[in-house]
């Protein structure tokens, strides 16, 4: 049995402590671990708030990628709205309609015919696609925005990595700092001592 066979269920393997991702039917759960690997890599997370921000990253980021992978799949399923359309412009709807059915079902009579069809009417393969995008601008918009918060989401994930690398750093500069004056107040104290006796 092949990977890509493989239930989703059984492929999805727990990453760092925080449980299996959550992969939808037919996502690659070695594809989802490698980016976990490439993400934990380049942040280097120092401590396990660091570690939760990471998932976080790459969650949004797996969140992004398969919005905009379902965006062009949701518009190439839909393409024979957006070729009947255009074919009604050109047949009467019964023709308009089988025509569209037999170019989606792949035949190779009706993928020629409808190239000639287009060809004649100085149309081409986008202006299916325009067609069908028309037809689907309020899910392609909902699903723009989907992206557009997960990206935001992402952002704020990466400035807070920021923030808390910033703080620790102020902090470890305050503890460096106050085990300096500590060091130094004791040598200064040992000096006057050797000086007084």
Same mark, same amino acid.
């Given at each position: 049995?092949?990977? *890509?066979?493989?239930?989703?269920? @059984?492929?999805?393997?727990? @990453?760092?402590? &925080?449980?299996?991702?959550?992969? #939808? ?8 671990? *490698? ?16 570690? &939760? ?6 969650? #949004? ?9 379902? *965006? ?5 399923? @839909? ?7 255009? /074919? ?35 149309? @081409? ?10 037809? *689907? ?9 989907? /992206? ?50």
């Amino acid at each position: 049995m092949s990977k *890509k066979n493989v239930p989703v269920a @059984s492929r999805a393997k727990p @990453s760092a402590g &925080f449980g299996a991702p959550v992969l #939808l039917e037919g996502e690659d759960g070695a594809h989802y671990d *490698k980016l976990l690997t490439q993400v934990t890599a380049a942040v280097a997370p120092t401590d396990v708030i660091e570690e &939760f921000w990471v998932r976080d990253v790459v969650e #949004l980021l797996w969140e992004a990628m398969r919005l905009r992978r379902l *965006k062009a799949s949701l518009l190439r399923s @839909s393409a024979i709205k957006g070729l009947e359309h255009l /074919l009604m412009l050109l047949l009467d709807y019964s023709e308009a309609n089988a025509l569209a059915k037999a170019w989606y079902a792949r035949e190779e009579g009706a993928l020629n015919e409808v190239q000639e069809l287009l060809d004649s009417a100085g149309l @081409s393969m986008d202006s299916v696609m325009s067609q069908t995008l028309s037809k *689907k601008m309020d899910d392609v918009e909902r699903i723009d925005r989907m /992206l557009a918060s997960a990206e935001a989401r992402r952002h704020i994930v990466l400035r807070e990595v920021d923030r808390h690398r910033a703080a620790v750093a102020a902090r470890l500069q305050t503890a460096a700092k106050d085990i300096e004056d500590a060091e130094f107040s004791e040598v200064s104290a040992e000096g006057q001592q050797a000086e007084a006796a």
